[in-house]
């Protein structure tokens, strides 16, 4: 099960898997891995359209199918790998960063996937309550119009 | 609603006054007279906050005769709401397709 929340400046989805650290690294890291699930449910990722440059600096791209056929290609740059254990990478058109964490479990990996993308200004606790907030009070004003 | 707009509207709610506007202008319209009085600040320093969240499109202000009353664009912050769970969904449907893989690749040993 995904637990996936706005929490503080974050977006973070997490999830218990079971198998090993080394093939949840290797699903993020290989071709053939990103292929099978960067799409999810709603899209395919042609395996012949992703590169993978695994080097801080390098970057791993591939192309989205969307069910109506739209394709779009994504580009990731490498800032930290620490195998088997952390992955970051940046979007450089959005300046999306994403960290990914695999930490072993008795049966298994728990994965957690940090997304940030808010501007400077609101990277404070302070600003992501106030977010969280707002969030709240606009469903709040939804449910009470 | 594109990236330039988010940006502005994000970097809008950076601010505890302007979020505690939005707040208090979800139950209900306001001027910026009503809007200062549970603050220690002039009228002039609401003023520029509200403008700040007119510019991004969060807050709408209307004339009434001599009343200028604010209005909370609810659909404007429900793109931003919209936006976050767009990154909420993608997320859950990769790690299901990427539990799907592993266990795949499992059976297959």
Do not use: M, N, Y
């Given at each position: 099960m995904?637990?996936?929340?706005?929490?503080?400046?974050?977006?973070?989805?997490a999830r218990h898997l079971p198998a090993?650290?080394?093939?949840?690294?290797?699903?993020?890291?290989?071709?053939a891995g990103i292929a099978a699930f960067w799409g999810g449910s709603h899209a395919t990722v042609a395996p012949e359209s992703v590169t993978v440059d695994l080097r801080v600096g390098g970057e791993f791209a591939l192309d989205t199918r969307?069910?109506?056929?739209?394709t779009r290609r994504l580009r990731f740059l490498y800032v930290r790998i620490t195998a088997p254990h952390e992955l970051v990478f940046d979007e450089p058109v959005t300046g999306l960063r994403t960290t990914v964490t695999i930490r072993p479990t008795?049966?298994?990996?728990?994965?957690?996937?940090?997304?940030?993308?808010?501007p400077p200004e609101l990277r404070t606790r302070q600003a992501a309550d106030g977010l969280a907030s707002i969030l709240d009070a606009l469903a709040t004003y939804l449910e009470n119009p | 609603m594109p990236a330039a707009d988010l940006d502005l509207a994000f970097a809008a709610?950076?601010?505890?006054?302007?979020?505690?506007?939005?707040s208090r202008l979800a139950h209900g319209d306001a001027t910026v007279g009503?809007?200062?009085?549970?603050?220690?600040?002039?009228?002039?320093?609401?003023?520029h906050h509200v403008g700040v969240l007119r510019r991004c499109?969060?807050?709408?202000?209307?004339?009434?005769?001599?009343?200028?009353?604010?209005?909370?664009?609810a659909d404007r912050l429900a793109l931003l709401s919209t936006w976050i769970d767009d990154q909420r969904r993608t997320w859950d449907d990769r790690l299901d397709a990427?539990?799907?893989?592993?266990?795949?690749?499992?059976?297959?040993?």
């Open positions: 995904t637990t996936a929340d706005l929490r503080g400046d974050e977006l973070i989805a090993d650290a080394e093939r949840v690294w290797t699903a993020f890291t290989s071709a969307a069910p109506s056929g739209a008795g049966d298994g990996t728990d994965l957690t996937v940090h997304q940030r993308r808010l | 709610l950076g601010d505890p006054v302007r979020r505690a506007l939005l009503e809007l200062a009085e549970p603050f220690d600040l002039t009228q002039q320093a609401i003023s499109g969060l807050v709408e202000q209307r004339r009434e005769g001599t009343r200028r009353p604010c209005r909370l664009k990427l539990e799907r893989h592993l266990t795949g690749d499992g059976a297959a040993r």
